[in-house]
């Protein structure tokens, strides 16, 4: 079955590629990230700190398909909260089994650890990045359409905090896999990245 890992920093834009590939290949498509903002939320909701790791495993045990869907997880206080659960070690354990689940019937499967731990083997590897001020413009867009007031100063200083997480985690850190084929984001455009990405895989698998 074929796989394609996509990892990369955050708002990236490699939430967009996928989707784009997923349909543009007709494979199934999984955000991972999105099972560590629902962890979150949940902890949040329960009012429970993200640093709790009882409660955060028993979150991460409760996780199922149908809280990918709720709204909220998009929200920035959600998205902070993610990666501090995401340096729990055992919250990873739990969300393991989802995502090797999801791989094994073939598909495209965006996060941090995808071509690295989740799917070593995947058949084609991408790591997609862009400088910092720029995604944290894009993510700025994006949190004020979402009706989010918030600065972009934050969101810069946000975005570097959980980039530093997200890459000095001992377990699973966000790191580029060793056959990745990197594509830095910055001047590009979504269709750009859409299309550099599927000359690669065509040139791989198809
Ligand atoms: O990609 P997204 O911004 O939704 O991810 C939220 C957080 O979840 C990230 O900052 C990261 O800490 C964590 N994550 C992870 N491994 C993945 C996907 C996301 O650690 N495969």
Redesign the pocket.
Known sequence: MTVIAI?GT??SG??TLGKRLASHYKMPYL???????AV?YKLMETKNSPENLVEAINAAKEIKPEDLKIPE?KSGNV??N??????HVEV?KELLKF?KDFAKKGGI??????GT??CPDAEVKLFIDAKSEIRAHRRHLELNANQESISFETVLKQLTE??T??MN?KN?P?KIAATAHIIDTTDMTANDVFENAREIIDSIIF
């Open positions: 990892d955050f708002a490699k939430g955000d991972t990230g999105k099972l560590y903002r979150a997880l998205a902070v993610a990666s501090k659960v995401a340096a990873r995502q499967l965006d996060g941090r650890d995808i731990v989740i959980r980039d997480r997200d985690r699973a966000l």
